[in-house]
């Protein structure tokens, strides 16, 4: 039977709701859009997008299907939990930030998202769009979201616009502000070959992050969970997007969701296989809400193929006849006990820039013991990092960003060479905040071992001679200036190293 988007949109067809199902319980593939596609061709999945957007955001925080109630699963101020809505504050700030089962509970929270979307939008073969703004020409918040020049000045729960009812940065939200190259490229994480990282020093050479014991533990965060974060931070510090307990209410936050998803896909197509046999990420149970507010539990091994389990694709990713049967890879070597070659303290970020001045850590009178390698295995190679202990930072941070700096060894070479390393972007602060499951404070690492061999092939290369330099990064303000953000509270930095491993 075919469908007919038009005889359903916008719920105009309230008996249809009735019949809406999982889409994997009719054998329909739904197809999640490009919202810059949709654009262009004046889609009415738009208008159905913002009028399942206002018939959730109307209903009360208590209705399991409410716009405030599925938001504060993602995240939840603590302002939110009182009153009646107390009882429900077990299904909320469910979201296992920094750790590898980020990617599958996203999976599972959007697609119940989806779901509801589908009953409130009275639409059954709805799907959610996603933003690629991985495409440079979609680097601007989306038309459909901001609201119309009669708009701009009203509260934000007045604007008629329902994809338009969040607080945002004036400058992202009126299009002047967009997202930069870096927060757009996406090339390296998709090109890891490992779902989990090899330790809690090189988080991001996993794609979907670093192993843990449950899903209430935090580490660091993965590469692809990098991505996410710095898009978080990249559309304004003061906005709903920049705060985990907020970013969800955004309307285009789940575009964002659904691009993070789409990727994972893309990675699983290149040949990229999640941990299925690790029984802890395969096993764990999550609790969400459908359509018709009755809970619901999925694990990791029920969104390995969003097509034959879930009954969706993204529009880049063509119909499969066959499941996807992932086979676990053959165990990586152990990598080796890491080595610090040279330490700093405590570390003061109040001013603008800060320099960081290595001492030299003798070496240990043994070295370190080497994990035992199975045969045939590959030794890995030696990799050099700025590990960053104990960080402790508030909620909106400022971005930090982080140069390691070789200075001139003498006065006929007095020439500094200063290369980027990587940048502190704490999406949720660290150490203490909303998120209190990191209370000891955060180790967060940087992969330096390609900058290195640059310095290496320099004339007179010394370690002794090495910086790093810690700058806040310039925001772009509403007229569309560099403005350098304030941080009355900076983040603590209990000590540097500079680490092989």
Known sequence: MKLSRRAFNGGAVASAAAAILPARATGVVLVRRSIGDLMQEQSPLIDAYRGAVDAMMKRPVTDKTSWRFQANMFGVAASDI???????????????????FFLAWQRMHLYFFERILRRAAGDPIFALPYWGYDGLQHAALPQPFRPGADQLEMPVASRRNALARANRNTAFERGAHTLDDMTRDFAAALALDSFTAAGPLDPRSGFGGVRVADAKQSAS???????HNRFHLATGADGDLASPATAARDPVYWLHAANIDRLWVKWSAGGGVPPVDDDVWMKTPFTFVDENGDDRVMTGADVLDTQHQLGYRYDDDPPRAVRLQPTARAPAAPAPEPLVLARAGAVDLSARETAVVFAPVPPPRRPPAKGKIAKGVRPPSPRMHVVLRDVVARERSPVYDLFLVLEGPNVFEATTTALKIGALELFGGSGHGDDSRNAQGETVAFDITDAMAQFARIRGFNMRHLRLVIARRAVTDAAGRQTVPRDPAPPEIEAIELVRS
């Open 221 to 227: 965060a993965g590469a692809i969970e990098a991505l």
């Open 82 to 100: 009182a009153g009646e809505a107390q009882p429900l504050a077990k299904y909320w700030r469910q979201n296992p930030r920094k750790s590898y």
